[in-house]
């Protein structure tokens, strides 16, 4: 896939299907995560990679009584913003849209400073992209409170790792729901000389 056309076909899919994704392609998205660029030149990104129900029962357990609380939810009247429908519609997603991926990605970075997370999301955007290159998707949850700390419990992470995000990635299933987003032109961004 041509880049510009990769990184326009990246969307972030909370309805995937739960068929396997390829050992080989797994390994070139972690590898092209691998390429990101890195403050310390260490690269210290771990990932567990979650595939049948027990393990995703494990780890998912978190997410799963989160968006438990938001199952009753109303979807969001015409009137609201993009941002609320958006929000109406994710939360109640937040483990379905994991669980039943073809695989779950836990990422791992040593540490948890700015330095740290900054280094571990430009891996994670790599993944995105890869997973588009592959013509698979994703969706992602960053864990709220003390959720991180209590997943990394769980699947055993080392003391000193932070979770930033969990990753879910698989096929995405046909007509999902396209979102609208609020739109902005790089036009609009560019500020030449000075603001
Ligand atoms: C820092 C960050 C945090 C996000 N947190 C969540 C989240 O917790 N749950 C979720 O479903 N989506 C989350 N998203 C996904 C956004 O909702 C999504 O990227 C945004 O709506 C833009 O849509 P797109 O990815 O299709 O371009 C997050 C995205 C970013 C960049």
Redesign the pocket.
């Known amino acids: 896939m041509e880049f510009y056309d990769t990184i326009k076909n990246?969307?972030?899919i909370?309805e995937l299907k739960n068929t396997p994704v390829a050992d080989d392609a797994m390994e070139r998205i972690i590898s092209a995560g691998m390429q990101a660029p890195t403050h310390n030149h260490q690269r210290e990104w771990e990932f567990i990679i979650l595939r049948d129900e027990q393990e995703k029962d494990n780890a998912l357990q978190f997410a799963k009584a989160y968006a438990e609380g938001y199952l009753n939810g109303k979807p969001a009247p015409e009137t609201a913003s993009p941002q609320q429908k958006?929000y109406a519609y994710?939360m109640p997603?937040?483990y379905t849209?994991l669980a039943q991926s073809g695989c779950v990605i836990l990422p791992f970075c040593k540490g948890s400073g700015s330095m740290n997370l900054a280094a571990m999301w430009c891996c994670i955007e790599n993944i995105f992209l890869a997973a588009a290159a592959e013509g698979l998707a994703c969706?992602?949850?960053?864990p709220v409170g003390n959720e991180g700390a209590n997943v990394a419990r769980a699947v055993g992470a080392p003391a000193g790792y932070t979770m930033p995000?969990y990753i879910g990635i698989g096929y995405p299933e046909e007509n999902t729901a396209v979102?609208e987003?609020v739109e902005r032109n790089a036009r609009e961004a560019m500020h030449f000389g000075k603001w």
């Open positions: 990246r969307r972030t909370r958006m994710a997603k937040q849209m969706s992602m949850r960053i995000c979102l987003q």
